[in-house]
């Protein structure tokens, strides 16, 4: 299968890439830059240039090839909302072009987009249809004639160079000479290492049936105060307990995520794409890879 995927030198999406060449498929990839080009040329890759919000680009990539697995996301927090607009339209733009294919069109959300009252399972929805790219993922699932899939992605993602959540709270950590978690830090963020997650999307491309929601969930959920512990011991600072309103001046915009309590489980995907993670798990990768 000849495979167009967005975000092909992103932290996701260059897990996914060495998982398809392994399994026979060929790849289209998304670069926006000379540089994210020659990447993917040096990798024997053919590269479509183009980013998110040229939908000319996206739609030709989408229509060259077998199926579509999409990564790419601005990660501009200071403008999220509108980041997530120019993700709706560019999954409107490939969907539009695509239906009645019955090609496969793998979407990326969040585990955080689900109900939180209990382990989040593949089968529940957001309680907020209206919510950060629940609207691109529904659309997705509903595409007719498109195998349409959605695979959840945790808050962290982690592994050595991430530059996500978590590289993040530890630079907080270092800046404030001690690792924190808000109130008693019960609270659970599912974790998944990049190559793990990279492997879901693979097999999801040739397994997962129209309409799937999947977990790429290998931890279903690390307590935030096992973070900070984790975090405190590696960098040989105090663990200390935050307020919620002390939360911002210590998180700045994580704030709004690191009280949130996401525990996912991943047991529908495990069972049907045949996936179990085998990497290094958070903590230990926390030890190893963030706190130098």
């Given at each position: 299968m000849r495979v167009f995927l967005t975000g092909a030198t992103g932290w996701v999406g260059s897990a996914i890439l060495p998982e398809l060449l392994k399994a026979g498929h060929t790849v289209l990839g998304l670069a926006r830059s000379d540089e994210n080009a020659a990447k993917l040329t040096a990798l024997g890759v053919d590269v479509q240039r183009g980013d998110v919000t040229d939908h000319a680009s996206l739609v030709a990539g989408a229509n060259a090839c077998d199926g579509v697995i999409h990564t790419a996301f601005v990660h501009d927090w200071s403008d999220f909302m509108g980041n997530v607009e120019k993700d709706r339209t560019a999954v409107t733009a490939m969907i539009a072009s695509m239906e009645g294919s019955g090609k496969p069109f793998i979407n990326t959300s969040g585990t955080m987009m689900v109900q939180h009252a209990k382990p989040a399972a593949e089968t529940d929805n957001s309680p907020n249809l209206e919510g950060p790219r629940v609207p691109s993922a529904n659309m997705v699932l509903n595409a007719k004639g498109v195998r349409g899939i959605v695979v959840r992605l945790p808050p962290t993602v982690h592994g050595a160079g991430d530059h996500g959540f978590m590289p993040r709270i530890v630079e907080a950590a270092k800046a404030k000479g001690f690792?924190?978690?808000?109130?008693?830090?019960?609270?659970?963020?599912?974790?998944?290492?990049?190559?793990?997650?990279?492997?879901?999307?693979?097999?999801?491309?040739?397994?997962?049936?129209?309409?799937?929601?999947?977990?790429?969930?290998?931890?279903?959920?690390?307590?935030?105060?096992?973070?900070?512990?984790?975090?405190?011991?590696?960098?040989?600072?105090?663990?200390?307990?935050?307020?919620?309103?002390?939360?911002?001046?210590?998180?700045?915009?994580?704030?709004?995520?690191?009280?949130?309590?996401?525990?996912?489980?991943?047991?529908?995907?495990?069972?049907?794409?045949?996936?179990?993670?085998?990497?290094?798990?958070?903590?230990?990768d926390i030890r190893d890879n963030y706190c130098e």
């Open positions: 690792a924190a978690y808000v109130g008693d830090g019960a609270n659970r963020w599912p974790a998944v290492h990049r190559f793990d997650a990279g492997r879901v999307y693979a097999l999801a491309l040739d397994k997962a049936a129209a309409g799937s929601n999947l977990h790429a969930v290998a931890e279903e959920g690390v307590t935030m105060r096992a973070i900070a512990e984790a975090i405190g011991a590696a960098l040989n600072i105090p663990v200390r307990s935050l307020t919620p309103e002390e939360a911002p001046a210590y998180f700045d915009f994580l704030a709004m995520f690191v009280g949130v309590d996401n525990p996912t489980t991943s047991a529908i995907t495990r069972e049907s794409l045949g996936w179990a993670p085998r990497e290094l798990a958070l903590l230990p």
